[in-house]
């Protein structure tokens, strides 16, 4: 089934140690996203996309980057965790310019140490 | 910018009952896209509904429909036959047309009780 992947499922990392979330999608859609959610809240979108064109939100920290090597591969690099940024973090993919239904994968809940 | 209102955090319904969920939405826009989202206990974020804002028809999917009130901004959930499998976070969302920029309520978490 298509569908879109995140791995792993559970992360935990060590206060300021770099860490990297994967996300790949076999719904060949031209637009990723990377939203973070903290318990019991709504996801924040943090950056996403379309094709190879990267938008950033205006708040999210810089201490969050992404790549997209590919169409199907999309990557959240946290380069020096703090405590503040344990949350879930989800992918979601779309269309484009499609009615914007989006995609979620399962997620990756990050701890920090 | 846009934001999405749920005013309801917890809400509960007996089994087989209907229960509505709330939501209000602040924009300048004419065009745009209404979702309901639910996100059931540690599982992924699906689709329920979607709404397009120039249809005056309000969107049905089988148990699931909603009430879409442009003038007043409001788009509320209807789950009618509710079932234990509908327990889960709720969330609405905002989308304007053409964008990717997707915006979320705070969530309503509806327990169904035997």
């Known amino acids: 089934d298509a569908m879109v992947i995140q791995n792993p499922r559970y992360q935990v990392t060590q206060f300021g140690k770099p860490v990297t979330l994967s996300c790949s999608q076999t719904?060949?859609?031209?637009?990723m996203y990377w939203y973070q959610q903290k318990s019991s809240q709504a996801p924040k979108l943090l950056f996403h996309?379309?094709?190879?064109?990267?938008?950033n939100e205006a708040d999210t920290p810089d201490n969050f980057q992404s790549r997209r090597p590919n169409t199907s591969f999309c990557f959240l690099d946290i380069r020096s965790p703090g405590l503040g940024d344990a949350a879930m973090y989800l992918c979601?993919?779309?269309?484009?310019?499609?009615?914007?239904?989006?995609?979620f994968g399962d997620g990756t809940r990050l701890s920090i140490l | 910018a846009q934001t999405v209102t749920q005013s309801q955090p917890e809400m509960s319904v007996q089994e087989a009952e209907t229960v509505t969920l709330s939501c209000t939405y602040d924009?300048?826009?004419?065009?745009?896209?209404l979702f309901w989202y639910k996100q059931p206990p540690s599982r992924q974020m699906i689709l329920v509904i979607r709404?397009?804002?120039?249809?005056?028809q309000n969107a049905t999917e089988n148990r699931f429909s909603v009430n879409f009130q442009k003038a007043a901004k409001s788009f509320s959930l209807k789950i009618s036959d509710s079932q234990l499998g509908d327990t889960a976070m709720y969330f609405c969302?905002?989308?304007?047309?053409?964008?990717?920029?997707?915006?979320f309520g705070a969530g309503t978490r509806l327990t169904v009780k035997p």
């Open positions: 979601a993919t779309s269309r484009g310019q499609s009615r914007g239904s989006q995609h």
């Open positions: 719904l060949n859609h031209n637009v």
């Open positions: 996309y379309y094709d190879k064109d990267f938008n």
């Open positions: 924009t300048s826009e004419n065009n745009y896209y």
């Open positions: 709404q397009e804002a120039y249809k005056q």
């Open positions: 969302a905002f989308m304007k047309y053409n964008n990717n920029d997707m915006r």
